[in-house]
């Protein structure tokens, strides 16, 4: 299972496809309101388990800290972090600073502010192709605003402690240039140079040679 970032839907891997052993994007399912990290996932858990164990759990950025979570439950061989976050002690002061403000924008600003501001910003810092940078202003205007503030505000919460251990191997591939997620700790990642955080889309080859690698691990 592959889980992505806040915003993004399964086209954030539209370049990984063809590079990466065979995955699955689940849905999202609706959170209830205040509702924790660690809560949407045991609740979410036994739907994806239902038919057979997911052997990994991936996730980009926010959907990484929802994979730590899953993992506590469903225990996967391995979760593997692509420009993510370890635990809640990485989460930036600057991203818990915006998510504040969040409650006093109405959705219509929010949109505008999304598709926009801030996707075509982080396109150009990551330097994304023309179809890229489109398919990531589509994601923002078909991002489902209501699970974005929830998701938003419940990443900038998370509170999984940075000595909390997991029931498996957790691996951690970042890129050494990250804006949106600065890289804290580096002991235990491997780092992709010249890369930012849209890893999925600026270095598909690389990133889908490193899940072949981690996934060829656990069999």
Do not use: K
Request: aromatic share 6%.
């Amino acid at each position: 299972l592959l889980l992505p970032g806040l915003g993004a839907d399964a086209r954030l891997f539209d370049d990984l496809r063809p590079h990466a052993p065979p995955f699955v994007v689940p849905a999202w399912r609706t959170p209830l309101p205040g509702e924790s990290l660690r809560d949407y996932a045991r609740r979410w858990a036994p739907s994806l388990s239902a038919h057979e164990r997911p052997r990994v759990l991936a996730g980009m950025s926010f959907g990484g800290q929802v994979a730590l979570e899953l993992a506590d439950v469903l225990r996967p061989d391995a979760v593997l972090l692509l420009a993510s976050h370890p635990d809640g002690s990485e989460v930036s002061a600057r991203f818990r600073r915006q998510v504040r403000v969040l409650p006093f924008v109405p959705d219509r600003a929010l949109r505008f502010g999304l598709v926009n501001l801030g996707m075509p910003a982080i396109a150009r810092d990551e330097r994304l192709a023309a179809a890229q940078r489109e398919r990531l202003r589509a994601m923002a205007r078909a991002a489902d605003l209501t699970f974005f503030r929830w998701a938003a505000r419940a990443a900038a919460r998370w509170d999984r402690a940075a000595n909390a251990t997991s029931p498996c191997r957790v691996r951690r591939l970042h890129g050494e240039s990250d804006r949106v997620i600065p890289l804290g700790r580096r002991d235990g990642v491997e780092l992709l140079a010249n890369a930012g955080h849209l890893l999925p889309m600026t270095h598909a080859q690389e990133v889908g040679e490193w899940l072949r690698r981690e996934v060829a691990a656990c069999v």
